[in-house]
């Protein structure tokens, strides 16, 4: 059983930063599985945001390219490092984990079993 708990968020100033964590644990966790950040707002689908492979390749939304970087330690903790953030980065943000070995970083819902019951980010 795998879970997953994210934390991190809080309320900024547009333009600050942020660090959320995700810290994976149970059966079936590995430090190189294929994981990624999604984030959602009330009444809008999940959206992907970052997500890293078991190579360490890395995959970003258009959005938050070049302001979010996403990396994990070898203690089955991921983070999402978010800065420059803006108003519409607002939501809550949900750490996600797939048993599979990935060749390349996903940012696909589909792509993902496992996941976590969020952090909430606002940008005022």
């Known amino acids: 059983h795998v879970q997953l708990v994210e934390s991190g968020g809080g309320s900024v100033p547009a333009g600050g930063s942020l660090r959320l964590s995700c810290a994976a644990s149970?059966?079936?966790?590995?430090?190189?599985?294929?994981m990624g950040w999604f984030r959602q707002v009330p009444g809008k689908e999940r959206e992907g945001v970052a997500g890293?492979?078991?190579?360490?390749?890395t995959n970003y939304a258009e959005s938050v390219e070049g302001r979010f970087t996403i990396f994990r330690d070898k203690k089955n903790t991921l983070y999402l490092q978010m800065s420059n953030l803006k108003r519409e980065d607002t939501g809550m943000y949900h750490c996600?984990?797939?048993?599979?070995?990935?060749?390349?970083?996903?940012?696909?819902?589909?792509?993902?079993?496992?996941w976590g019951q969020g952090t909430q980010v606002t940008v005022s």
């Open positions: 996600a984990f797939s048993r599979y070995w990935c060749r390349v970083a996903t940012i696909r819902e589909v792509d993902y079993g496992h």
């Open positions: 149970g059966e079936g966790v590995y430090s190189s599985a294929c």
């Open positions: 890293i492979d078991s190579y360490e390749g």
